[in-house]
């Protein structure tokens, strides 16, 4: 069965300091990766989408970047974290370019910048 | 930007009352799915209703269509505290094959 790993759970960093987040998907090839940010009682942003090795596509501009360096493995980075960046990120996973089929989600992981 | 818009913000029912939310969109859709989150969890898929369809049952969740309004209803019946969580709406389509979320329902269910 496919699962999803998304680490760490929570995460306080000062502002300034760098930032990577982890996502990995089990038992599934060539999904679609997406990072999404949830401002506290909101809706979901998405940050960045992935359909493939190396193709990162943006959503917002912003002081955040991502990188597939393997099929099923999905990176959210920042060089110099802002107080803004707070918030919880989630990735989640698609079974490829098709209509029709949920998306699975990780636990998310709340960043606390100070 | 965000294309599904759930109503209400907020319902707060009692063990046992059914809870309706609805979730409006703007633009056409291939499917339309509901998730439920947690406090400080991540998504969970539900349900997903295709634009073709009307009506989706799954357990105690009965969700519609109504392409001509673009709307969806998701109706939780005989609800237990364990229900309570914020809802969203989450709509595909348009060439895209990606998700466009609300900004949710939170729906407490008292004991």
């Known amino acids: 069965s496919q699962t999803i790993h998304q680490w760490p759970a929570t995460l306080v960093q000062p502002v300034g300091s760098p930032l990577s987040l982890e996502c990995t998907v089990e038992?599934?090839?060539?999904?679609?990766l997406y990072w999404y940010r949830q401002a506290a009682g909101r809706g979901l942003q998405l940050l960045f989408y992935s359909v493939g090795i190396g193709q990162i596509s943006s959503e917002v501009p912003q002081n955040l970047s991502a990188s597939r360096p393997q099929d099923r493995q999905f990176i959210l980075s920042s060089k110099k974290l802002l107080l803004s960046d707070s918030g919880f990120y989630l990735c989640a996973w698609k079974a490829g370019a098709v209509w029709g089929y949920g998306y699975t989600f990780g636990s998310g992981t709340r960043l606390t910048v100070v | 930007s965000q294309q599904g818009e759930e109503d209400p913000q907020a319902l707060s029912i009692q063990e046992g009352e059914n809870a309706t939310m609805n979730c409006s969109y703007k633009t056409s859709i291939n499917n339309l799915q509901w998730y439920r989150q947690n406090s400080g969890r991540g998504l969970v898929h539900l349900i997903l209703?295709?634009?073709?369809?009307r009506e989706k049952h799954s357990g105690r969740l009965r969700v519609t269509l109504d392409t001509s309004k673009k709307s969806s209803s998701l109706l939780i019946t005989a609800s237990r505290a364990a229900d309570t969580a914020s809802y969203f709406c989450?709509?595909?389509?348009?060439?895209?094959?990606?998700?466009?979320f609300g900004r949710g329902t939170s729906l407490i269910v008292h004991p």
């Open positions: 038992g599934t090839s060539n999904p679609n």
């Open positions: 989450a709509t595909e389509g348009g060439g895209s094959y990606i998700p466009t």
């Open positions: 209703i295709r634009s073709n369809e």
